[in-house]
């Protein structure tokens, strides 16, 4: 079982809206993490990625949920791993060799959310956003907007690049 670098994700209003990877030290609880993680996983079997989630209380790992696919909170692993959560999950399944995971650089991510229902909305901002360094913008394409539907991710070296790139993003509805 290999892990990857531990992911730490913010919910807002119960969803997912910031990820960060190697932006913050765990210390020991990412070992601990890892061993419940890794009982658990063994306990299941199967192959594939398996996004493991806890709670940290204190010096406590409290186990939250495991998904037994690519998750949306591992979506920051596309901008900062030589391997992302997709190709993992691929190789995985499909048995190929995984030599090792690398993580490339640090990262955070946060999603772009609709906040109404449109099936003609349109997305300004991206060139000022893109124009901050190391600050990448993905669009998921979807062609109808609802109140709290993710329509993208914008990636950035840390959380508060994320956040001022996300901040120069608007929709039109």
């Not at 030599?99 to 300004?124: F, K, M, P, Q």
């Not at 993710?150 to 993003?169: D, S, W, Y």
């Amino acid at each position: 079982t290999l892990f990857c670098p531990v992911l730490r994700h913010q919910q807002i209003d119960g969803d997912f809206k910031i990820s960060e990877q190697r932006t913050f030290d765990m210390g020991a609880l990412e070992g601990k993490a890892q061993k419940m993680a890794q009982k658990i996983i063994d306990d299941l079997g199967g192959y594939g990625l398996f996004g493991v989630e806890f709670f940290i209380r204190g010096q406590e790992v409290i186990f939250s949920e495991l998904s037994p696919r690519p998750h949306d909170t591992g979506l920051l692993t596309l901008y900062t791993q030589n391997l992302s959560e997709f190709d993992l999950h691929a190789r995985a399944i499909l048995h190929l060799p995984i030599s090792d995971i690398t993580a490339l650089r640090s990262g955070a991510c946060h999603t772009i959310n609709a906040e109404r229902a449109s099936s003609n909305y349109t997305v300004h901002g991206l060139a000022e956003a893109e124009a901050m360094p190391d600050v990448e913008v993905m669009l998921f394409g979807k062609p109808d907007a609802y109140p709290n539907r993710r329509l993208g991710i914008v990636f950035a070296p840390n959380v508060e690049t994320a956040i001022a790139a996300h901040a120069k993003i608007t929709l039109d509805y």
